[in-house]
């Protein structure tokens, strides 16, 4: 059973525009979250990260934000651009997991267009 | 070079075969861990090594035999796969496990087909 969905496999927006992409998670024990940034043939890049004790945190460009109540989490892009074309990954982990490792989801390719 | 580097980019192996996949970083972390992305699959954890020592294993069956001789390599080690092996492996690095997990470094990956 996944644990963190990704619902959209892809999204195109025009450059300039906001960009949306959307996660969602079923473990309620996950008290922290991440979103990664894949380009082809390049593994993934840690992006923008947000602990439980937050709702919103921003870097520049890129907001994540956090809903616990709804088990819900979303990575803003404003103003999209040509370069931020690749797949995003969310991915979650909580204290005391155990193995430390990060749970994925599928990823969303998003197609910046001109 | 830099980051978190993985050899060989592309094997074809047969099921017969013995083959490893090697990584290796340069970042001064000291875990690393192997994830494995199959088509349309999210990325699966596979083995997770702080200091040297495993300290998770994810269920993953004995074909697959990760080895970690210093805190900057990685080895996975195979034999005898099947085709639903054929997978891009990923490793990854972090400061150490625990809170620094959460940030971790990733290789480009090793992408695998099994005949």
């Known amino acids: 059973d996944q644990q963190v969905k990704q619902n959209s496999p892809s999204l195109s927006v025009q450059e300039g525009r906001i960009s949306i992409l959307n996660c969602d998670y079923t473990?309620?024990?996950?008290?922290?979250f991440l979103w990664y940034k894949k380009y082809p043939a390049e593994g993934p890049t840690f992006l923008i990260s947000i602990s439980s004790i937050k709702d919103k945190n921003e870097d520049g460009r890129f907001t994540v934000f956090l809903n616990k109540s709804a088990k819900h989490l979303s990575l803003h892009i404003v103003p999209s651009q040509p370069g931020d074309s690749a797949v995003y990954f969310c991915?979650?982990?909580?204290?005391?997991?155990?193995?430390?490792?990060?749970?994925f989801g599928k990823g969303t390719h998003l197609i910046i267009q001109p | 070079e830099t980051g978190v580097t993985q050899t060989p980019r592309h094997l074809v192996m047969g099921m017969t075969n013995k083959k490893s996949l090697k990584c290796e970083q340069h970042l001064g972390h000291n875990a690393m861990y192997w994830y494995k992305q199959s088509a349309k699959k999210p990325l699966e954890l596979m083995f997770v090594y702080s200091l040297e020592e495993r300290v998770e294993n994810n269920s993953v069956p004995s074909r697959f035999s990760p080895e970690c001789p210093n805190s900057s390599h990685l080895f996975l080690h195979l034999h005898t796969l099947q085709p639903e092996d054929s997978a891009l492996y990923l490793c990854?690095?972090?400061?150490?496990?625990?809170?620094?997990?959460?940030?971790?470094?990733f290789g480009p990956g090793t992408r695998l087909t099994v005949t």
């Open positions: 473990n309620s024990m996950f008290d922290y």
């Open positions: 990854a690095s972090s400061l150490t496990t625990g809170v620094s997990s959460y940030e971790q470094y």
């Open positions: 991915a979650a982990t909580y204290l005391g997991g155990g193995a430390d490792g990060l749970t």
